[in-house]
């Protein structure tokens, strides 16, 4: 299953993540997603899941979780926008990925048997970061990450 994973689009939708997303089955955002358009723009590509982010305020925003467990295609995954808010015990509850946002950093890890993947930022240029987001091909047995760089 090919689930794509966006974060921090501080209220921006590029037409280049629009393209990047056309094949995704499922929509991860890992928060600050900046207005309930961007929700509505990546709806209107496959179902998506989000959590909410520091920036994300308003009345909007109050109806999204901080974090989300979810299981996709046999794989346990934890999302939240902040890493360090991260309180779980993973083994203990069985977690094989957990995805964040908010350093607009992106970064593909495993520690300890657990995936951590952060999509970078999709939203505006912030620094000399690059604007990316993740695809995350899941089978149960198998986890693969990918960044995927947006030419912008």
């Given amino acids: 299953m090919q689930v794509s994973v966006i974060s921090d689009t501080h209220g921006l939708l590029r037409p280049e993540a629009v393209d990047a997303l056309a094949d995704s089955e499922l929509i991860l955002h890992a928060g600050d997603i900046g207005k309930p358009e961007v929700l ?34 046999g794989v ?5 926008h902040i890493l360090k808010d991260l309180t779980i015990d993973l083994q203990l509850a069985g977690i094989q990925v957990v995805i964040s946002g908010h350093s607009h950093k992106p970064l ?31 089978n149960g047995t198998e986890i693969q990450a990918q960044i995927v760089d947006l030419n912008v």
């Fill in 40 to 73: 509505d723009g990546l709806r209107a590509i496959a179902p998506v899941i989000a959590v909410r982010g520091n920036n994300d305020k308003g009345s909007w925003a109050e109806a999204i979780s901080e974090h989300e467990t979810v299981e996709i295609a």
């Fill in 76 to 80: 346990s995954l934890y999302l939240l």
């Fill in 108 to 138: 593909v890890e495993e520690h300890n048997g657990v995936l951590f993947l952060n999509p970078g930022s999709a939203g505006p240029r912030r620094f000399k970061l690059p604007v990316t987001l993740a695809h995350l091909h899941l």
